[in-house]
């Protein structure tokens, strides 16, 4: 989608070696998150974001930070790769008044040898 | 424990006939239920969505239904199109949860020509 984009889109890592996924949005919205996608788990939450330097944790948010600096930026750090954190992580972008409706952004599929 | 659970990794269908896709939930604090698609390497869109003061809700080939009372909800799509084949996940969210969704592990859906 023209309002959000994931760099990078594909990144090959090592264990041990730190991670820095970003996600861009050009819509204002306030709402951010980080989602991780594996085979038999569909999409599961690793942390949010409801506004600048405001995150929380989801659901499998071990080994994993963000951050918010701007409206338009959330990031997400591994600070140390692990082989199970090898999947398709999407961000999303949501606001009051859509129903819920996130969109997503087109993924970045990581895999940590 | 997977609050909500889509039991059917995959189905396949004849074109002009109907698909139905289902979902149950655990958590009785969802209120509000949504379905997106995903195509491959691409990130999901948003479907349709219901809340959970109704009991169906029609946007074209799209209706969704829900059963309060069986933790119940589907997706039917009249007529199912080559078109539509996709991973199909179904989400949820709670009032108050900083709009935050749980989804399930998605159903494949292959419609043959």
New interface residues.
């Given amino acids: 989608?023209a309002g959000i984009t994931q760099s990078p889109r594909h990144k090959v890592t090592e264990t041990g070696t730190p991670v820095t996924l970003r996600c861009h949005q050009t819509e204002n919205h306030r709402?951010m998150?980080w989602?991780r996608q594996d085979p038999?788990?569909?999409?599961?939450?690793i942390h949010?974001s409801?506004g600048v330097k405001d995150t929380?944790k989801?659901?499998v948010s071990d080994g994993y930070s963000v951050s918010r600096s701007k409206t338009e930026d959330f990031l997400l750090t591994l600070e140390s790769a692990t082989s199970s954190q090898t999947s398709v992580y999407?961000c999303?972008i949501?606001e009051l008044g859509v129903?819920?409706?996130?969109?997503?952004?087109?993924?970045t599929r990581l895999t940590v040898v | 424990d997977q609050q909500v659970k889509q039991n059917s990794p995959s189905l396949s269908v004849q074109e002009g006939r109907i698909s139905i896709l289902n979902c149950d939930y655990t958590n009785s604090m969802f209120d509000y239920f949504l379905w997106y698609k995903k195509y491959p390497a691409e990130g999901p869109t948003f479907l349709i969505s219901i809340s959970s003061i109704k009991d169906k809700n029609e946007d074209g080939r799209f209706t969704v239904f829900l059963n309060k009372s069986a933790k119940h909800l589907s997706l039917h799509i009249v007529p199912s199109q080559p078109g539509d084949s996709a991973v199909y996940f179904c989400a949820a969210s709670e009032s108050g949860s900083a709009r935050q969704l749980t989804f399930g592990s998605g159903t494949q859906l292959t419609v043959l020509p």
């Fill in positions: 989608d709402y998150y989602y038999g788990h569909g999409l599961r939450l949010y409801y929380d989801g659901e999407f999303a949501s129903n819920f409706g996130y969109t997503f952004g087109s993924g």
